[in-house]
């Protein structure tokens, strides 16, 4: 008879997880011990639990599989939470073990006592917590179903005094849903969708990270109805490629002609998206298609609410669309993503190869031109998300992974670590912020400790870029965005990574290919313009109005000059009300 923790570690083998992320210590040693003995699981010791939460939830997007990660009581608990907030709005199936204190002591205040429980409920879809050897394998079992049948997160709570108990049931063996049904919608709302889409005469679709595996479906609904498509951050990996339809990016990081292409629509069609920026949307004239019931509306209000999954949905109207000849408005939208593109897309990567400080956009451009085919990338929160969404060309292999939905600062290397470990023979690009990376750089350690081959790209500019840019939308003087310039690349070779630091223009590209060629682990360290700035596809009034004071505040404080610099690197990018 063997111990809880042995069982707990048994039934996760049986669900195909091949390594947990965490740091070991105190409550959490039974199940490492497990680890350590039972053999096919690895161990991977992360600097810190929030990291290793990350790299669980790039893993499991990643394989689709499930992915472990765990932290030891009190605050090796509370660190895991920053990133399992990012997997449970990611919907990455990813369980978590929440060690805790001994269970005799529970409720007394006792040396890092929590309450995880408690704690982890609205950054998980399932939390429970095994307080007796009884309750095993089933808590577990049920808590890796959760995970994987809802794509989300699911924490067991498991006092170490509880993992050290003997088994009281045998583990068995049991089979687990690992793929997914299909949901398709009503006839009747088939119907009322096929009515408006007919009805129409400028039909729009704007697609999101629910389209995934059904870009035919939507390549054949915009022929038949000769619709502009646009896309959501989340979308661009499944939709953009192959795509003669494409009018580009909405929301804060877009471009191209979305914005408009959505506001002319006589029916914009909302496919597998919660796209949450509401001031985007014309907010009329619109019907969505999603698996989820509980978002349909949420954003914006509907003509027409479609409950299913989209290529499952389009495959049942296809047929009842009439085919439309008139191409007047794709045409339109069409030309004007162009000029768009010409004028603002494109602004900084022409003629900049002598600017320094160097231009990230010139940077981001020359990374896209040199990645794999198949690379993964992994980007950090802020400035490195519009350089992403605006330069990484999709093509249907390559993956962009973000924390797109919580926000969270410093995920992009971690992110890369766990898709490393999930995938050794791929290309990883971390695409690091110096603000993200210096939250975490302790995982640079856990990079040079398992030879894994990421290659980490720095966007140093030593500044919190999106942040000013929100002081200045809002009409305030930036203050404490600003920090004092940090040499990334000496870090990395200190601890024996190959780096290279790059201040010239002309240096950029050899420094990539030399780290895209290199076999093991290397960072990219880039000194960009932190006067560079994104706007979004369509800047209010009030926006306008906002900078134009912030400008202001920052010339009355003497900073004359560094408008000039901001000026001059914004002219050809900002657009006009």
Known sequence: MGTV????????????????????????????????????????????????????????????????????????????????????????????????????????????????????????????????????????????????????????????????????????????????????????????????????????????????????????????????????????????????????????????????????????????????????????????????????????????????????????????????????????????????????VNAYTRDIEHHTPIHPEFVANIVDELAADDAVFTVDTGMCNVWAARYLTPNGRRRVIGSFKHGSMANALPHAIGAQFARRGRQVVSLSGDGGLGMLMGELLTVQMYDLPVKIVVFNNSSLGMVKLEMLVDGLLDFGTDVTPVDYAAIAAAIGLGSVRVEKPSDVREALATAFATPGPYLVDVVTDPDVLSMPPRITAKQVKGFALGAGKVVLTGGVGRMIDMARANLRNIRRP
């Open 5 to 344: 923790a042995e069982q707990f570690i048994e039934v996760l083998r049986q669900a195909g997880v091949e390594r947990v992320y965490g740091v070991v210590g105190d409550s959490l040693n039974p199940i490492v011990d497990a680890i350590r003995k039972g053999g096919g699981i690895e161990w991977v010791h992360v600097r810190n639990e929030e990291a290793g939460a990350f790299a669980a939830a790039a893993e499991a997007q990643i394989t689709g599989r499930l992915a472990v990660c765990a932290g030891s009581c009190g605050p090796g608990n509370t660190h895991l939470v920053q990133g399992l907030y990012d997997a449970h709005r990611s919907r990455a199936p990813v369980l978590a073990l929440a060690s805790h204190i001994s269970s005799v002591q529970i409720g007394t205040g006792f040396f890092q006592e929590t309450h995880p429980e408690r704690l982890f409920m609205e950054c998980s879809g399932f939390c429970e917590m095994i307080s007796t050897a009884r309750q095993m394998p089933r808590v577990l079992r049920t808590a890796v179903q959760h995970a994987i049948g809802d794509d989300d997160v699911a924490v067991v709570v498991l006092p170490g005094d509880v993992a050290d108990l003997p088994t009281e049931h045998d583990t068995g063996a049991h089979e687990l849903l690992t793929r997914h049904g299909t949901l398709r919608p009503p006839a009747d709302q088939v119907a009322e969708l096929a009515t408006a889409l007919n009805s129409a005469e400028k039909v729009m679709l704007f697609c999101g990270a629910g389209v995934r595996g059904s870009h035919a479906e939507v390549m054949s609904l915009a022929a038949r109805t000769l619709a502009p498509v646009g896309h959501a951050l989340r979308g661009k990996e499944w939709i953009q490629f192959d795509n003669p339809y494409d009018v580009g990016m909405s929301g804060l990081l877009g471009y191209g002609a979305c914005y408009e292409a959505m506001h002319e629509a006589d029916l914009v069609v909302l496919a597998g998206t919660d796209f949450p920026y509401d001031d985007f949307l014309p907010g009329r004239h619109t019907v969505q298609i999603d698996h989820d019931a509980g978002r349909l509306g949420c954003r914006t209000p509907l003509e027409l609410a479609v409950h299913g999954d989209v290529g499952e949905t389009l495959r049942a109207v296809l047929p009842e669309v009439a085919q439309k000849s008139d191409r007047r408005y794709l045409d339109k939208m069409l030309s004007r993503h162009v000029k768009a593109l010409d004028t603002v």
